[in-house]
C-alpha cells in the first residue's frame, strides 16, 4: 500500500541557495512511485525591483539571484548595460573578470561536494572540503572585502586592480587543492560504497538533456559538450586565451557522472586562471562610469556561463535612469523541472542524494 510523504516545505538557506521547496511523495515499500514539487515560497520578485534601481543599484540586486554564481551574474548584467553604452572595458579588466569567474566555479563545486559528503555521511571530508573552499574565500575577501555576494564585477571592469600579493594567494589556493583532490576521490568518487550507490542512480540520457534544456555540469555528464559557452561562443577574455575546456571523461548521466564531471570543472577552471596569470595585461582595471549613467535606447541579450549553466540577461533601455525592463535566465529552474521524474523508482534514502547531484539553487528559481 503506498504511504504519501509530505516533506515540504524544506529549508535549503546555505546548503542548496536561499529559499524553500516542497516535495510531496508516494512511496510504496521504500521505493517512490510518485513525486511533486512546489516552490516560490519566497517570492523575491527581483526582476521587478531591479525596475526602480540606477544602474550602480541594479548590478548588486543581480549579484543576489544566486549567491554562490555572484560574479557570473554581475558579469552577465554589466556586459549587458555595456553594449548599449557602447563600453569596451580595458583588456586587464577582461582577464580579471574571467579569473573571478573561475574562482567562484570553484567555490561553488567545493560547495557541491560539501553538500554531497554530508548528505552521504562523509563529514571528515566535508570538512577538509570547507578548508579548501575557505582558502578561496578568503581570495575574493583579499580582492573585494566580501565573503558573499561579492559585487566584484562594476559598470566599465572590476571594482579593484589584481596585486602580486593576490595572484599569489590564488597560486597558494590553487596548489593546496590539487594536493586534495586525490584525497577527495579515494575518500568519496572512488569509494566502492559510493560507486555502488551512485551508479545507475537518476539518470538523465542525452536525448532527455536536450528535450528538457539541462545546462552546465549537468548537460556535460549526459554527454552533451557543446553547450559549453567559454568553448564554443567564448565572450571576454576567453576569446584571447584559446583554451580547449576538458571534456568530462564519463558520459553515463547518472549521479555518479554528475559528481565526477564537477571535478574535471575545477581542475579546468584552474588551468584556465593560471593562464590568465601568464598572459594578463599591464593597464586600467576599470573604465570610470558615472552613479547616475543614463543608457541610452537600447536593448541587449548576453549569456554567460555559470557554474551551474549557462545564464542569460536581456535588459532593454528607454534612455531613463532606470532599466525599462530586465528578465534573466538561470539553470536552476531548466534542472529542477525534471526533479521528479527522476525521484521515480528511487529508494525514498536517495531523495536528497538525487537533489544535490542537480547542484540546484532554489533563490535562483524563486527569483
Not at 579546468?268 to 562610469?289: M, T
Amino acid at each position: 500500500m503506498a504511504t504519501e510523504l509530505n516533506l515540504s516545505p524544506i529549508h535549503m538557506a546555505g546548503s542548496q541557495g536561499l529559499g524553500a521547496f516542497g516535495v510531496s511523495l508516494l512511496e510504496d515499500g521504500g521505493v517512490i512511485s510518485k513525486a511533486s514539487i512546489e516552490v516560490g515560497f519566497g517570492r523575491r520578485n527581483i526582476e521587478s525591483l531591479v525596475l526602480s534601481l540606477p544602474v550602480s543599484q541594479t548590478l548588486n540586486y543581480i549579484d543576489q539571484i544566486d549567491y554562490l554564481s555572484a560574479p557570473a551574474y554581475g558579469y552577465a548584467i554589466a556586459t549587458a548595460y555595456e553594449e548599449v553604452l557602447g563600453l569596451h572595458p580595458p583588456v586587464r579588466a577582461e582577464q580579471i573578470r574571467i579569473i573571478l569567474l573561475e574562482l567562484n566555479r570553484i567555490c561553488n563545486h567545493l560547495n557541491y561536494y560539501i553538500r554531497l559528503c554530508r548528505s552521504i555521511g562523509q563529514k571528515a571530508i566535508m570538512n577538509h572540503c570547507i578548508r579548501e573552499r575557505e582558502r578561496f574565500l578568503d581570495v575574493f575577501e583579499m580582492y573585494c572585502g566580501s565573503r558573499l555576494g561579492y559585487g566584484a564585477i562594476c559598470l566599465g571592469g572590476v571594482i579593484e586592480d589584481a596585486t602580486d600579493g593576490w595572484f599569489f594567494r590564488i597560486e597558494k589556493a590553487i596548489q593546496s587543492l590539487n594536493e586534495f583532490l586525490p584525497d577527495l576521490c579515494s575518500a568519496v568518487l572512488d569509494h566502492p560504497f559510493f560507486v555502488e550507490r551512485s551508479k545507475g542512480l537518476a539518470v538523465i540520457d542525452s536525448e532527455m538533456a536536450r528535450t528538457w534544456n539541462i545546462r552546465g555540469p549537468n548537460a556535460k555528464a549526459s554527454g552533451i559538450t557543446d553547450r559549453d559557452l567559454r568553448k564554443n561562443r567564448p565572450y571576454g577574455a576567453y576569446k584571447e586565451l584559446n583554451l580547449s575546456i576538458q571534456e568530462p571523461a564519463r558520459w553515463t548521466g547518472d549521479v555518479l557522472a554528475r559528481t565526477w564531471v564537477r571535478l574535471d570543472e575545477i581542475r579546468s577552471s584552474s588551468e584556465i586562471i593560471l593562464s590568465c596569470f601568464r598572459k594578463i595585461e599591464k593597464g586600467n582595471h576599470r573604465i570610470r562610469v558615472s552613479l547616475d549613467v543614463v543608457p541610452p535606447v537600447g536593448k541587449s541579450l548576453k549569456e554567460v556561463e555559470g557554474p551551474k549553466g549557462s545564464i542569460v540577461v536581456i535588459m532593454e533601455s528607454k534612455g531613463e535612469i532606470c532599466p525599462a525592463s530586465i528578465r534573466v535566465m538561470g539553470p536552476s529552474p531548466l534542472s529542477l523541472q525534471i526533479l521528479p521524474k527522476l525521484l521515480v523508482g528511487i529508494q525514498t534514502e536517495d531523495l536528497f542524494l538525487v537533489i544535490q547531484s542537480l547542484d540546484l539553487s532554489f533563490s535562483e528559481v524563486d527569483k
